[in-house]
């Protein structure tokens, strides 16, 4: 089994005309059911993120400043970040899940979870919201790793744009890797490759920058050369994936020219390093991804792998 994180209620996260829209979930959602998939998978209850834990990550300020527009009945938390009245509360279901997740996977209720959530985690900077991106949901989920004792996670973070969020509120700390493979230059503009750290975190950073135009073949050598390389050198005890999947190649917003197929291999190869190091324990959460259609297809088969790797 895997464990499969979905609720309704993410759905009602409405950003009106925008490429982060309920409907790329409500696609999701059709075409798992469609092949069956979500019928494969355990489906938990969870509950949302607790203050406390989401100042494991986010500032006070941060917190209160969102929960202030959406009191006010919504309004923007940057030039492309909306918050609804409910966003901020759907936004800790979404926390809460991953944070849920890496809890049961640590428990060894299961060795693997996918977090279908909404809104996306990885832009959130632990002082504000950003592109998208309200909590960021990994770095929470990272964070519950360490207060249950892991000493080494590794996020990687395949998402089509850099994960920034992430990077800089682990930059300094060595037991959270993370490793993103994102296109370059391009948004949110960070994560060139001599961005590796810093202090004790010095070397647990790795981004693998990738040009517009870079082929498939070149970008799948590239991507397992370094991955590999890494993740033999961090060893890590809990894997962790924000999935992003706008790097597909119909993507309107990002496009690395991927296919549906080449998240088979990315997601079989973060597989191969959960259970070479973390005894195959993965949590993997939903980023970025705005055609539905490509969307949907590419998380079936990323799920599709996680339950093709269960014992
Ligand atoms: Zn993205």
């Known amino acids: 089994m895997t464990l499969l994180y979905y609720d309704p209620r993410f759905l009602d996260h409405h950003t009106g005309d925008h490429p982060e829209c309920p409907g790329r979930l409500q696609q999701i959602v059709s075409q798992l059911a469609a092949n069956g998939l979500d019928r494969r998978c355990c489906q938990p209850e969870w509950e949302p993120i607790r203050r406390t834990q989401l100042l494991g990550v986010h500032f006070e300020e941060q917190i209160a400043h969102l929960e202030g527009i959406a009191q006010q009945g919504g309004g923007q938390a940057d030039s492309v970040t909306v ?8 936004a800790k279901l979404a926390a809460g ?11 060894g209720e299961d060795s693997k979870a996918l977090c279908l959530v909404r809104p996306p985690g990885h832009h959130a900077l632990a002082e504000r919201a950003m592109g998208f991106c309200l909590f ?18 590794l996020i990687v973070d395949w998402d089509v744009h850099h994960g920034n969020g992430t990077q800089a509120i682990f930059y300094n700390d ?3 890797a993370f490793f993103s493979a994102h296109r370059w230059p391009f948004y949110p503009g960070t994560g060139a490759e001599d961005e590796t750290g810093t202090g004790d975190g010095l070397g647990a950073t790795r981004n693998v920058p990738v040009e517009f135009g870079t082929s498939r073949k070149v970008y799948q050598e590239l991507v397992r050369r370094e991955l590999e390389d890494f993740a033999a050198r961090i060893k890590p005890e809990l894997v962790l994936i924000s999935a992003g999947f706008d790097a597909h190649r119909s993507d309107p917003i990002g496009s690395l020219g991927l296919e549906v197929e080449d998240f088979i291999w990315l997601s079989q190869l973060t597989l191969e390093i959960a259970e070479t190091y973390a005894a195959g324990r993965l949590v993997s959460t939903l980023e970025g991804g705005y055609n539905p259609t490509a969307l949907a297809e590419s998380v079936a ?4 792998a996680l339950l093709a790797a269960d014992p």
């Open 97 to 107: 899940a991953v944070c849920n997740a890496v809890g049961r996977v640590l428990k």
């Open 301 to 304: 088969v990323h799920l599709e």
């Open 174 to 176: 060595p037991r959270v």
């Open 136 to 153: 960021n949901n990994i770095a929470l989920g990272a964070r519950a790793a360490l207060d249950q004792g892991v000493e080494r996670v």
């Open 83 to 90: 918050v609804s009245e409910v966003s901020v509360d759907i």
